[in-house]
Each structure stands twice: as structure tokens, then as C-alpha cells.
């Protein structure tokens, strides 16, 4: 973990505040999600605060402070989604999981997300579960993706 | 001089086609030309379109499959990866095409069909309704009894110029866009021009910016231009968040180098030696798309220092948007590049003066730069003829929704909203009649079948409270319940709200504690309650006036729309759901009550024992009934029937 961020770090310029936005998604993107070592050191790599950090890394969505679990489902929740029923199939998916949108299992199986927009609105609704999507999904579809991650984890 | 045979691609295209500048070309380098776009083949070429909406359809499973059968059959072909063409339901689209054949284009090409699909095509034995149509390109043979894809319905009132080159060629190449012409306006633009005469061609255009508020473009540049200051800024806003639309990710994807050159001559007039393309970072493919294309563009010397030898240096940085809704606005969208909190500022001083770093910054849209280059091209009088008095040029929009196309559509301004319903997309795919048009997503409005007679232009959609720049164009039929989108909205809007200004973070949040009254079951039905929950409506209009009125940025300014929209047209709906407590669309869940079938139901006494509530009485093996003013409509009881004799209204 520690050598992640001391690899990221000196690509940026110390003196320059914009590159904390870059520095966060980068470790984020490496670790897959931000630790509390990781945002002290980039606060004492870049002379900020930490809690000026934790300020900036809340306000955006695509920051996370949790470790993302083995399964990470993530349902589009855009308005064409929405048209076709996301809402029901997210409160199914809760349901099933056991976990609310934005949490973790606590065995870390599984986590839950809901994203914006995925721009494929055509295919609504659209479910992603780490880097398989899953178009135009139906409750028979729902049903079949849920049991398969649930058996794939036990 | 070497012939331009034996030259590399790079160096040809640069010397013989880009520095050319009448265009005419003697023939061997004609024939190279028509080599490099494609147009004279001598093994067959297959495309996959592979933009997001492609691959998550499955082009990369048919990409795979059609990998796998060139193997297999150990065929003599190149295989391209392009944008998508636009009809996203007909994705994944597969095209093929053979030497001396017009280029033939199957839709909904999944993984098992691959086979089949390449086999007709190469045997010539095509099965029609697998085919999208045909391109047609002169000196080809045509495919007998196939459509032009140009003369599709979808495709035959759209006027294509950004998207033009929209899944024809590879967004991944680009000695493709420089074999189509690409790169020339900024050739020309660098050494042909002063800032000052790019900035005056764009004012003349009219060009106005596509990201909602219609600014002349060429005006904004000007402002920038006479700035006085040792560092400027050039961001090209790419952070759609707007759920629904996708044109941003479209044109991306579809051709990048296009609004890579619209960037830089925009960088150029306006005298920044920096600029920003600031990219949302759900869009994973348009990221590595626009990587790639910007690697390229360097290598080739069209970023860096000393551009064509003209003294002018530019560097491009690609940034990933965090996920915040807000930073579409441009002053939050500079607060986010400095890294902070995307949080907007009070305008003036506007950034075109004082923005990024505290230097003059210009913002524009995608769609607004990828318009740049042709104007550039063929003079700001050419781009005046397209569109109309007040709005020139054409609109890119995402069309999304339950109509019977969708995918993103390009047209000239002065279409009617009908037009593009009808015609373009097709009508309603279930045969339902049209409920509403909802434009500009969360900061939209609704619009109603008898306002769609209005034509797509700033001004004209400005009357009936529409912002055009924001291109989600989503078709409503007779199942959608306005109140719930009403609501999803409110419920995006509030949850992206920045926090800074109270109308907009307290505002929405009691809206959406409103609309969430109006759609849940109430707990007791006395008269005083009902009257309560009217009141609430009404409020709800003062509310919405009152954000309206004292918001800072669009975001909060607008975030009302959707609700007073849809409280002008579908105010009996409203009125449905607070005193019939009925929900004619079967979609606020709380407001369903539940019957039983008697002819299915067999007494089989599960649901009896399933509900919360005890409404639900019957002896075994006779038809239950549910005791209404008991129910809950928590639906407990519809989920676990095994009969489907349970249903509700």
C-alpha cells in the first residue's frame, strides 16, 4: 500500500494544489479506494491539511474510503434506467445483498454503487459487476447474476 | 522528391495531403488517398463499432468471434474498430466490406451470429432484415434489394458535420482523419490567420456554445483575446453528468481528433499556451480514446512547441471529472482543475477575464469545438446557411427513451421536436400514444405532445423554458408517471447539489420531502391530512419559484424546472396521486392496491401468511380477498403469488 502512493507522488509538482484531484483518483485507481495512511501522506507531500483533503475527497462521488467488496455491482441510475424499472431492481438488489447503495458487505463480498449515467441508454437498464455488463437486464436476469456472485463468494 | 508511394503514411499524409492546399491531387497520390480512407480495397475490411454503447452491448464478444472465424477460415482481411454510427438499438453493429462491393452493415450483430453474418456476406447470400443497409461509395457495385444507410428514416433528415465520419472510420487512427481532410483548418488557421481574424471568422459564424446557455462563442473568445495577461486557458468541457444524454461521449468517440483540432485553434485565437480537456471519468472509453488520440496528435507535431513552424506551443492535458454533477457549470468546473471542491462562484467576474489560476480561461463544450474546424474550413458564411435566423448551424442529440430508435442523432436547427420523434426516432416502440418529450434532463423540462410542433433553436425553445444545449432528448409514452420522474429528478438534483447556497441545498430537499408525500400512502385518511398534503403542492410551486429566483449557478436556478413543467401539464396527475391516492401508471409502489384474481387464486394460503399487515383473509383452498383499507400496498403478497392471481391497480 505504502509504496503505491511513494510511486504516484513525485510525478507531481509539491508547490501545485491541482494535482490533488489526479493524485487522489491515481491511488484510488491503484488500491481501489483511499486510505487514511494515503491521504496523510499526500497531505504531507503537498502541504495540505489533511482534513482539507478529506473536504475535497467527500464532495466527489468517484472517491471512496471503503475497500470495494470482491463483487462490486454497479447499477446505472440514469433516466432512462429509471424509465425501465432501475429503482425496483435496485431495491431488489439491496434486498438480496443485504447491503444499502454506496456500502460494503461486511465480509466483503459484495458492494453496491449506483452510477449517474453510463451513456448507453439504449441498453437500459444497465448493470455492471466489476467489468462485465449486463444490457437490458430483466428480473429473470437480475435473479440468474445475483445467485451466480452469491454462489461464486460462498 | 520521393513518390508518394513509397513515402510512410505519416510523412504522406502530412506533406502531400495536409500542406496541399488546393486539394487536388495527381494521381498517384489520389490513389494512395483512396487507399488510406478505404475507398479502393483489395482485401475485404470488417468493422466492429466498439463506442461505450457498442461494448456494452457485447462488440467486444463479436469482436472476439469475428477474430476467432478470420483464424479459423484463415481469411485475408483487416479488421477496424470504429465509433458507433449513431442507431445505438441497432448496436452491435458489424460491417463488412468486400473489394468492388459497397460497404454492407449488419445490426445487432452479437457473438453467435458473427459466423453467419460474415458467411452470407462472403458468399453473397445476404438475409435482408439482418442488414442495417448499405454506404454508398461511387465506383462500387451496390448490394441488390439493401437500403442506403443514408436514406434510413433515422438517418435521411439528419445533416451530419461533426458526426460525419460517426462509424466510418477508426477513432483509434489518425492518418484516418487526416486522409479525410482532417488537420487542414488548423493548418490553415495557424499560418494563414492572426488570433485576431480566428477569433472575427468565429463572431461571423455565429457559432453559439452547445452546453446550455447559447453564448456566442466567437464573442466569449474575443473577450479572452483582448485580455492582457501573461497565461491563458483553454478548457474544453467534456463532463456530461447529465443523466440521459451521451452526445459529449458520442462525438468523442466517434471522432476525437476532430475536437482535438477544434481545441487547439481555439487555443490559438485566443492566445493560451495551455488547455484542458476535462472528461467525465464514467466514461472509461472516450478516456482512452482521447489518450491515445492525443499521443498521437503530439507525435505527429499538431501539441507541443512550435506548431507548422508558426511559434505557437500548445500542451493539452487530459483530466477525469470526479463524479460531480455540478462541475458542468464552468466556474466549478475551474475550481475542480485547481483542486478543490467544484463548488460554483459568483459571476462577474466571469472566467473568460479572471478563471482558471486566476488567468483568463475560455470554456467551451465538445460540441461547440468539434464545430470549430469546419468553420475554419469552409468560412463562417457556409456554417450561416445551415439552421436558422437566430440559431445556426446543427445540434447534436441524444435520443433515449421508449421510442423505437435511439442512439444520437446530429440535425440542423429549425426541426420540430415532432420531426425528430416521428421521423427520426421512429415513433413509440410499444404503438403507445406519446406522453411527453423531456429535454435537457434534470435541469430540463417536459414538454407536451401539442408543444412539439416547436422548432429545435435557442430562442424557440427558450419560450416554452427549455435549455438547448443540453441534448438529452428523452421520449415519454402513456406508462411513464410524471410525479415519480418529477421526482427522480429532484432526488439526482439534490443529491448533487453543491451545498454553497441555501435555496438550492435546502429547496430541493423540500421539494423531494414533498413529492415524496404526495407518492406515499398516507398513514390515516382523515380530510385534514389530505388538505394538508394539497397544501403541499402549492408550496411546492412557491418553492420552485423561490429557487428559481434566488440560485446561484444553473444547477439551482433550473433544478426546479422538471416540477413546474410537469405541474403545468400534468397537474390532474398530481391531483390523482394526492386525493384518488391512485397512480394511473402502476409506478409509485406505494400508492397500488392490490386485488385478487378469483378465477386463479386456489387458496393456497401464502400469501396470507405472508402479509404484514393481516388484510388478507380466506380459508384453504377457497379465493382469498384482500381487505383494502388494511392493505399497505407493500406488495409482499403480489411478489410470493406463485398463481399470478394477484394484480393491481
Known amino acids: 500500500m505504502e509504496e503505491i502512493v511513494e510511486k504516484i507522488l513525485p510525478r507531481y509538482t509539491p508547490e501545485k494544489k491541482d494535482g490533488l484531484i489526479p493524485i487522489l483518483q491515481e491511488v484510488q485507481k491503484e488500491q481501489g479506494y483511499l486510505t487514511e495512511e494515503a491521504v496523510e501522506k499526500i497531505g504531507k507531500y503537498l502541504n495540505l491539511p489533511v482534513n482539507k483533503i478529506y473536504g475535497v475527497a467527500a464532495f466527489y462521488d468517484q472517491f471512496r474510503f471503503r475497500r470495494a467488496g470482491h463483487f462490486h455491482v454497479q447499477i446505472c441510475h440514469g433516466t432512462t434506467c429509471h424509465l425501465f424499472g432501475a429503482s425496483t431492481y435496485l431495491n431488489e438488489i439491496e434486498k438480496q445483498l443485504k447491503i444499502k447503495a454506496g456500502s460494503t458487505s461486511r465480509d466483503r463480498r459484495f458492494s453496491l454503487e449506483i452510477v449517474n449515467c453510463l451513456g448507453a441508454c439504449n441498453q437500459a437498464p444497465v448493470l455492471k459487476v466489476n467489468d462485465t455488463y449486463y444490457p437490458m437486464v430483466t428480473p429473470d436476469d437480475l435473479t440468474r447474476i445475483i445467485r451466480t456472485i452469491k454462489e461464486k463468494t460462498e | ?649
Open chain 2, 1 to 649: 522528391m520521393p513518390s508518394p508511394t513509397t513515402l510512410p503514411a505519416k510523412e504522406f499524409l502530412i506533406e502531400k495531403v495536409l500542406k496541399s492546399y488546393s486539394g487536388i491531387f495527381d494521381k498517384s497520390t489520389a490513389d494512395r488517398l483512396a487507399d488510406l480512407r478505404r475507398e479502393k480495397i483489395v482485401r475485404p475490411v470488417i468493422y466492429v463499432g466498439m463506442g461505450s454503447c457498442g461494448l456494452i452491448a457485447g462488440a467486444a464478444q463479436t469482436y472476439a468471434a469475428v477474430e476467432r472465424h478470420i483464424l479459423e477460415n484463415k481469411l485475408e482481411v483487416d479488421l477496424v474498430r470504429v465509433g458507433c454510427n449513431g442507431l445505438c438499438s441497432a448496436e452491435p453493429v458489424l460491417d463488412v466490406q468486400l473489394p468492388g462491393k459497397a460497404r454492407i452493415s449488419f445490426r445487432n450483430a452479437t457473438e453467435e451470429k458473427v459466423e453467419d453474418l460474415l458467411n452470407s456476406a462472403f458468399h453473397r447470400t445476404l438475409i435482408e432484415d439482418t442488414v442495417l443497409g448499405q454506404y454508398k461509395v461511387s465506383g462500387h457495385e451496390d448490394w441488390p434489394n439493401i437500403p442506403y444507410v443514408d436514406q434510413l428514416p433515422f438517418f435521411a433528415r439528419q445533416h451530419r458535420n461533426i458526426l460525419r465520419h460517426a462509424g466510418i472510420f477508426s477513432p483509434y487512427s489518425i492518418d484516418d482523419y487526416l486522409a479525410r481532410g482532417g488537420y487542414k483548418s488548423l493548418y490553415k488557421t495557424v499560418l494563414n490567420y492572426t488570433a485576431d481574424k480566428a477569433c472575427e471568422i468565429i463572431e461571423l459564424s455565429e457559432l453559439r456554445g452547445r452546453g446550455g446557455g447559447g453564448y456566442p462563442t466567437g464573442r466569449k473568445w474575443r473577450i479572452a483575446f483582448n485580455m492582457g495577461s501573461d497565461q491563458k486557458y483553454l478548457v474544453c468541457n467534456a463532463d456530461e453528468s447529465d443523466p440521459g444524454a451521451f452526445m459529449d461521449r458520442a462525438i468523442i468517440e466517434a471522432d476525437p481528433h476532430r475536437v482535438i483540432e477544434g481545441v487547439i485553434i481555439a487555443a490559438y485565437a485566443i492566445g493560451a499556451n495551455n488547455a484542458y480537456i476535462y472528461v467525465r471519468s464514467d466514461y472509461e472509453q472516450s478516456l482512452k480514446i482521447l489518450e491515445n488520440a492525443l499521443l498521437q496528435a503530439r507525435e505527429y507535431g499538431f501539441i507541443g512547441e512550435n506548431i507548422f513552424g508558426s511559434g505557437f506551443n500548445l500542451n493539452i492535458l487530459l483530466r477525469q471529472g470526479a463524479g460531480a454533477f455540478v462541475c458542468g457549470e464552468e466556474t466549478a468546473l475551474i475550481a475542480s482543475l485547481e483542486g478543490r471542491r467544484g463548488v460554483p462562484q459568483a459571476k462577474p467576474p466571469y472566467p473568460a477575464e479572471k478563471g482558471l489560476f486566476g488567468h483568463p480561461t475560455i470554456v467551451n463544450n465538445v460540441e461547440t469545438l468539434a464545430n470549430v474546424p469546419a468553420i475554419m474550413e469552409n468560412g463562417p458564411q457556409w456554417f450561416k446557411t445551415i439552421g436558422t435566423k437566430e440559431s445556426k448551424g446543427t445540434k447534436v442529440f441524444s435520443i433515449a427513451g421508449k421510442s423505437l430508435h435511439t442512439g444520437f442523432i446530429e440535425i440542423p436547427m429549425g426541426i420540430t421536436i415532432n420531426e425528430i420523434v416521428t421521423e427520426i426516432a421512429g415513433g413509440i416502440k410499444s404503438g403507445k400514444a406519446l406522453k411527453a418529450v423531456q429535454i435537457g434532463g434534470p435541469s430540463g423540462v417536459f414538454i407536451y405532445p401539442s408543444e412539439t410542433g416547436t422548432e429545435i433553436g435557442f430562442e424557440s425553445l427558450k419560450e416554452i423554458g427549455a435549455p438547448v444545449g443540453l441534448g438529452g432528448f428523452i421520449i415519454l409514452d402513456e406508462e411513464t408517471c410524471m410525479v415519480s420522474l418529477s421526482k427522480y429528478f429532484l432526488n439526482f438534483l439534490q443529491k448533487e447539489s453543491c451545498g454553497k447556497c441555501i435555496p438550492c441545498r435546502e429547496g430541493t430537499k423540500r421539494m423531494l420531502e414533498i413529492l415524496e408525500g404526495i407518492t406515499r400512502r398516507p398513514k390515516e385518511e382523515s380530510s385534514h391530512e389530505t388538505l394538508e398534503r394539497f397544501k403541499g403542492v402549492v408550496q411546492l410551486e412557491n418553492l420552485a419559484e423561490v429557487i428559481r429566483d434566488t440560485s446561484l449557478c444553473g444547477l439551482g436556478q433550473n433544478a426546479s424546472n422538471p416540477v413546474l413543467s410537469s405541474l403545468k401539464w400534468f397537474r390532474d396527475e398530481y391531483e390523482e396521486h394526492i386525493f384518488d391516492r391512485k397512480c394511473r401508471a402502476g409506478v409509485c409502489h406505494d400508492l397500488r392496491t392490490f386485488f385478487i384474481d378469483v378465477d386463479l387464486c386456489n387458496g393456497c394460503n401464502v400469501c396470507q401468511k405472508r402479509c404484514p399487515e393481516n388484510a388478507i383473509i380466506g380459508s384453504l383452498k377457497m379465493p382469498h380477498f384482500i381487505v383494502e383499507s388494511k392493505c399497505t400496498g407493500c406488495g409482499i403478497c403480489f411478489e410470493s403469488c406463485k398463481f399470478s392471481a394477484i394484480y393491481f391497480k
